[in-house]
């Protein structure tokens, strides 16, 4: 079974960068995709970024279009998530997740998550 870990998390001030990664270990049968995702407490978790691991397509949020870059190493089932010009409304905790070969897209493997804070 992956088993995903995510790292990168922490404090930042408006404006800044942060670089979150997660790192897939175990076994896999080969990934359909894998994603971003971030929930603030009382609100439901919503989608950041995803990238096809079948044809490299990229997808963002409206939200973080142009600011965030979502990036892979297919290689090491790493995923990677370049923040820039964070604002205090990207704070969250930032999740990853897989989703399966077979899985017609649904994302059914989720990491514990890290806390991305942005304030000044």
């Known amino acids: 079974q992956l088993q995903l870990v995510e790292s990168g998390g922490g404090q930042v001030q408006p404006g800044g960068s942060l670089r979150l990664s997660c790192a897939g270990s175990?076994?896999?049968?080969?990934?359909?995709?894998m994603g971003w995702f971030r929930q603030v407490p009382g609100k439901k978790r919503e989608f950041v970024a995803a990238?096809?691991?079948?044809?490299?397509?990229?997808y963002y949020a409206d939200s973080v279009q142009g600011r965030f870059t979502v990036s892979r190493d297919a290689g090491r089932t790493t995923l990677y998530l370049q923040m820039d010009s964070l604002k205090p409304e990207d704070t969250a905790m930032y999740y990853c997740?897989?989703?399966?070969?077979?899985?017609?897209?649904?994302?059914?493997?989720w990491g514990q998550g890290t806390q991305v804070t942005v304030s000044s």
């Open positions: 997740a897989a989703a399966p070969l077979g899985s017609s897209g649904n994302y059914s493997i």
């Open positions: 175990g076994r896999s049968d080969g990934l359909y995709n």
């Open positions: 990238i096809s691991w079948i044809n490299s397509k990229i």
